[in-house]
């Protein structure tokens, strides 16, 4: 068994309509009856992690991004339960196990050193969005309702699609001279999907040390209709109006105002500076 001898485990029990609440129970379950030394907190969560060999998260990719910019210097190894609607960050971390069989290999000590995106102040995990990406979540009014999954995705990119318009934005990649573009939707992705699983990065890995860009050029409302689905699939980066290449910094300056978000957070700025951290976190796996 790994080095779990002071484990803490934080839950969001608004999570996934009470799904976090029963992941945590079986996990509390478990680790009573191998008689492991553990804390947990559902609320008031510690401003120090200094006493712990490691932390247990239970929720959705809203949980855990509040929990990475909480402890942004964390360095004890992360589990991450799925106990929220949409899992994505869990999810490419290690497919489709239910969290009882997570706790097993968690158990066994394994963990994988990734990656972590930085806009701004703020890290995320699984991605940044700006443009149409932005003004979805932006519509969504919240983390709690953008945590309700991919069918509240789903419903507020139908309500956009027709009537987002795009605007110009200023880029500099990777120190690379400035250029001007009027896209549709660029999201700067460290994990595969967003939005309860949306496949925006389809080749993203989350231990390569570089971001997965993905700009989709301006595109007429009509042709967004049938684009989107596409989109959704993962099956875009060979269309003619995607611009996909691998990234360590991007610097994004709109000519007017526009919204963006990192992993699901609606945030507004005129500048927004993002860069790959490389082995940020460890998480069991």
């Known amino acids: 068994m790994a080095s779990l001898n002071s484990i803490l485990i934080l839950s969001n029990p608004f999570a996934g309509k009470g799904r976090a609440k029963r992941v945590m129970a ?55 339960f799925k106990g929220g609607s949409g899992n994505d960050f869990a999810w490419k971390l290690y497919g489709n196990i239910s969290p ?3 706790l097993d290999r968690v158990l066994s000590g394994n963990f994988l050193k990734v990656d972590a995106g930085s806009c701004n102040d703020r890290l995320f995990l699984n991605g940044f969005g700006i443009g149409f990406d932005g003004a979805i979540v932006q519509a969504m009014g919240s983390r709690k309702k953008f945590s309700a999954g991919h069918l509240a995705y789903l419903c ?18 990777d120190n690379h001279s400035e ?3 009027k896209p549709f939707l660029i999201a700067v992705a460290n994990g595969e999907r967003y939005g309860g699983g949306f496949k925006i990065a389809p080749d993203a890995i989350i231990n390569d040390g570089k971001l997965d860009l993905i700009l989709i050029k301006q595109i007429s409302p009509w042709k967004r209709l049938w684009k989107i689905p596409i989109v959704q699939k993962g099956r875009h980066l060979s269309l ?46």
């Not at 003619?240 to 300056?253: C, D, R, Y």
């Open 26 to 80: 079986m996990v509390i379950s478990k680790l009573d009856k191998l008689k492991v030394n553990f804390e947990y907190h559902s609320s008031d969560w510690p401003s120090g992690l200094e006493k712990y060999s490691s932390v247990f998260v239970i929720g959705g990719d809203g949980t855990l991004n509040y929990f990475i910019n909480k402890y942004k210097e964390i360095q004890i190894p992360i589990a991450i």
């Open 100 to 102: 009882a069989e997570y």
């Open 156 to 173: 507020s990119v139908i309500k956009n699609v027709l009537f987002y318009q795009e605007t110009l934005v200023s880029l500099k990649i």
């Open 179 to 181: 250029r001007i573009e």
């Open 240 to 285: 003619n109006i995607v611009e996909h290449q691998l990234i360590q910094n991007i610097t994004i300056k709109p000519k007017g105002a526009l919204s963006a978000h990192c992993d699901g957070e609606s945030i507004n700025s005129m500048f927004f500076q993002i860069s790959i951290l490389p082995g940020q976190y460890r998480f069991f796996h």
